[in-house]
């Protein structure tokens, strides 16, 4: 006897899981001919159909929770948000000042390195650092010029 529909019929009216209702093997005549809801209610109260417990646990045990450093939420948007606008306006000019030939490939990279170290606090320091660099390149250009020619009149 497959009494499968039936078993679908008294875990709905019961309102239980399908694989928690068990049929009393004496009383299988009468749950084959239980067809509404209320012959299955019926056959319940009479014991024809009994319900199992439960399985596993019951109780809730909450796992603990970690308290890494990758789990700390902080609310950091201002700061980053401050940091990538810098960053790319610092980026974008030193860009623009290296397509005009006004820089060499080492100092765009060492300049590079420092944007991202957060080595500068605004556009007019980093104009004022490649100023100096500048200033720095020339003098001893000058200096290694003039000991050249000092080194040829004697």
């Known amino acids: 006897m497959n ?3 039936k078993k679908i019929l008294a875990a709905k009216t019961l309102r239980v899981g ?3 209702i068990v049929f009393n093997s004496e009383a299988l005549n009468e749950i084959k001919e239980a067809i509404t809801k209320q012959d299955i209610k019926s056959l319940f109260e009479e014991g024809a159909i009994k319900i199992k417990p439960i ?3 019951k109780t809730v045990v909450r796992r603990k929770r970690r308290k890494g450093p990758g789990k700390i939420k902080i609310k950091v948007g201002h700061r980053k948000q401050e940091y ?3 960053t790319r306006k610092l980026r974008s000019y030193i860009k623009y000042v290296r397509s005009n030939n006004q ?3 080492d100092i765009y990279k060492d300049v590079r390195k ?3 170290n957060r080595y500068f606090k605004s556009l007019a320091n980093l104009k004022e650092y490649l ?3 500048a200033t720095n390149i020339e003098g001893t250009k000058k200096s290694a010029g003039k000991s050249k020619e000092k080194k040829t009149k004697k």
């Open 114 to 116: 420092k944007i991202k």
């Open 103 to 105: 820089v060499s490939k």
């Open 55 to 57: 399985k596993g646990r």
């Open 84 to 86: 990538v606008r810098l």
């Open 18 to 20: 399908k694989n928690r």
């Open 3 to 5: 009494l499968k529909k």
């Open 131 to 133: 100023k100096s660099i």
